[in-house]
């Protein structure tokens, strides 16, 4: 049932219910039953934290279809230039997450900052549209990389059957699903693995392409910025494709109440990972222009699987396995880190309460993790998951400009609040007018697909008033809920 928000502290078994101000009950021996306190445990070391943002930022696409921007582009120079303005301009996004992260102490990511800035309204419709579309459908898109490329060895000869590649996946997600309910060390643990297999797997397209620059190999970088010239609609559409290649970097701070040090530790975490995000992207795409036209890249289905082919022979069968890695870190960081945003909605009354609760030997927010899996599993085998996608891009990119833009009314709402990191304006107010050009750029160059995600999430406010404002809800609607 929904609830306003928790007061007390109350057990139920293996589950204790959290409070509102973050301070959840543990076990102590030496305190009265009701004062005692379970918490999710600062285990997200600076390594830690790194591996949650570099193995969630980097999933399938840097490898399967790099081939968005170039559409838009029209030559190799500008889709490379692109590449390292999205990078930068992550960067920003991410160090105004970093200012937010240390200055606002909570979990919760997009949720909590918008929630401090702008109230419940907003932040309810965010949390709405994420756990009923965004996450089950952007889950399934990505463990389905996972399965279709796990497979990939076994079926080099003939065609991956589709539900072969469905069984696969919903294996993948319910492995993923129980080891973030079962130990956040060992979640934390993996990650870090996973991080470095896919940093190994760029690491095995740059140092081939770095040597074929050595033997001269530049022809597709003559002329680099000569071809077909980029549309007035092109070159923005461009920025939407490779800002959502570089998605991921705000993942740390839904988990900032489980990071050590935040203060110290977030603007590090994500200063390292997203240099090291950037220059890996943008030396993949040089590699693989060394080998690789800008036609020949247009055509194929899978970039890394042709360059692979063409410069290392049966190695490249080890390329579908670390894409398969890659997609499989980012589902893993992404489920730790969204659980903990369903986790504190619920602890301030905007979800059912059950997701606010802590398994007491665990110590993982187990009921916000596992709320996930029908879901998800209802999107991979019924739902239209591209098109819900299309349908909800814009969503994610209107609420970031929001949090950000919040971030500047903080400035001026409470110019006292503790800021241990803190940004140059210039820097919040730049990257939040991107975020809102791109929403207002896919509204007019799709409005169709664009409008039916707006109107999806605004069925968000009607359940706001319907499930946490209206008090008097009638005997059989409460037994209903």
């Known amino acids: ?45 600076l390594l830690r934290g790194i591996s949650i943002i570099i193995g969630t930022i980097i999933g399938a696409g840097i490898f399967i279809s790099p081939k968005g921007i170039l559409q838009n582009t029209g030559s190799v120079g500008m889709s490379l230039s692109v590449w390292a303005a999205c990078g930068v301009l992550s ?102 693995f996973l991080t470095f297999c896919k940093l190994v797997a760029i690491l095995i397209i740059i140092v081939p392409g770095v040597i074929q620059l050595i033997k001269g190999e530049t022809q597709h970088f003559k002329n680099a910025f000569a071809g077909n010239d980029a549309s007035v609609m092109g070159l923005p559409l461009a920025f939407y494709s490779g ?80 894409v398969a890695l890659s997609c499989f870190g980012s589902m893993n960081g ?32 187990l009921p916000a993790v596992i709320v996930l899996h029908p879901l998800t599993m209802i999107m991979l085998f019924n739902g239209d998951l591209y098109s819900l996608l299309n349908f909800l891009s814009f969503a994610r990119w ?26 140059p304006l210039f820097i919040p107010a730049l990257f939040s007018f991107t975020c809102l050009f791109m929403v207002a750029l896919s509204l007019y160059s799709d409005p169709v697909n664009t409008g039916i995600g707006f109107a999806i999430t605004l069925t968000g406010v009607p359940a706001y008033y319907l499930f946490i404002v209206w008090d008097k809800k009638p005997k059989w609607f409460r037994k209903l809920l």
Request: charge should be positive; include cysteine; proline fraction near 6%.
């Open 1 to 45: 049932m929904f609830r306003k928000a928790a007061v007390t502290a109350a057990s139920n078994g293996n589950y204790w219910r959290g409070q509102p101000n973050g301070r959840l009950p543990s076990l102590d021996s030496e305190q009265p039953a009701q004062e005692e306190k379970v918490v999710l445990k600062q285990k997200v070391t």
């Open 91 to 192: 960067l920003f996004g991410a160090l105004c997450y970093a200012e937010l992260g240390t200055c606002i102490k909570k979990s919760g990511g997009h949720y909590t900052y918008i929630l401090e800035a702008f109230g419940p309204l907003p932040a309810f419709v965010r949390v709405w549209v994420e756990l009923l579309i965004i996450r089950p459908a952007a889950t399934a898109v990505i463990s389905l990389a996972f399965g279709r490329y796990i497979l990939e060895p076994f079926f080099m000869q003939c065609e991956i059957p589709e539900l072969a590649i469905k069984l696969i996946t919903a294996v993948g997600i319910t492995v993923v699903m129980v080891l973030n309910s079962t130990s956040v060390s060992w979640s934390a643990r993996i990650q870090i």
């Open 243 to 322: 800002m959502y290649a570089y998605s991921g970097w705000f993942y740390l701070n839904f988990v900032t109440e489980e990071v050590e040090n935040p203060e110290k530790n977030i603007p590090l975490a994500i200063c390292i990972s997203m240099i090291i995000v950037t220059v890996g992207y943008v030396l993949t795409n040089v590699a693989y222009f060394t080998t690789i036209s800008a036609g020949e890249l247009l055509l194929s289905k899978a970039v890394a699987v042709t360059f692979a082919e063409r410069l290392m022979g049966n190695f490249s069968l080890a390329v579908p396995v670390f």
């Open 334 to 365: 992404g489920i730790f880190a969204v659980s903990r945003m369903f986790f504190v909605a619920s602890r301030e009354g905007h979800l059912p309460e059950i997701l606010s609760m802590i398994h007491v030997r665990k110590h993982t927010p």
């Open 398 to 423: 209107l609420f970031i400009g929001l949090a950000v833009a919040g971030l500047i009314y903080l400035r001026y709402k409470r110019p006292d609040m503790p800021r241990p990191f803190k940004v």
